[in-house]
């Protein structure tokens, strides 16, 4: 088996560089304080200190911000191989919320235990640092989406997006991926309403253009779906080619 496809951490930081045995075995180290999470209990609450950061290992997990009259924003959705509130521990106070969409399975990762590692291995500090990069890119987009992107539009590319992430782990393709999200998550990260987004899965699956249904992600044409979305995969800086046609 390739070193990289030890955990889903080290088959995405593979995209950017191939890590040596010390280095995936400084990675493997930081795997080493397992814990399984609930669905629907915070990991890392907003305001909370002096807490950890994670390393998911399995299962998908929301990040989250609550408003002054309780409302929700869904910032994001984490997958395998994505770090939780790694900003935040690095800057002692979180300013949102973790919760578990399904049951999952993430290593708990201290702040020293970080600077050690980096310490230890200055390029996977930079392949780290790729990938924090990476997950701002993916804000920014997300940013225009819901600030100009009509909504068939912002549904698809969103869509693609986790297509790609879930790609570069092992747990997508051109053709789908498994999916635990409701129609209630996308309207909470995309700014539409549960029946607007309903609407709108139900025009991509009558043009014959993807489904989502079953918690699963069909899609019927790929090409013709990310040219609807305006869908452009650079700021991903995946040079894996997953998704590309040989």
Known sequence: MDPCDSNPLS????????LSGDELSILAAL???????VAGRDLVRQGQSQHAAYILASGWVCSYKIQADGSRQIIDFQIPGDFLGLRSVLLRTSDHSFEPIVDC?????????????FEQAPRLAAAVLWAASRDEAMLVEHLVGVGRRAADARVAHFLLELCSRLALVGLGNREGFDCPLTQYHLADALGLSAV???RVLRSLRERKL???R???VCFHDYDQLARMAGFDDTYLDQSLPLLRRP
Do not use: M, P, W, Y
């Not at 088959?11 to 191939?18: C, E, P, T, Y």
């Not at 795997?31 to 999470?37: D, E, G, I, P």
């Not at 399975?105 to 590692?117: G, H, K, T, Y």
């Open 11 to 18: 088959r995405k930081l593979g995209a950017f560089v191939v």
């Open 31 to 37: 795997h080493q304080r397992r814990r399984c999470f």
């Open 105 to 117: 399975e993430a290593a708990e990762v201290s702040a020293s235990d970080l600077i050690v590692a």
């Open 196 to 198: 607007h987004v309903n």
């Open 210 to 212: 993807a489904t989502f």
């Open 214 to 216: 079953d918690n699963h």
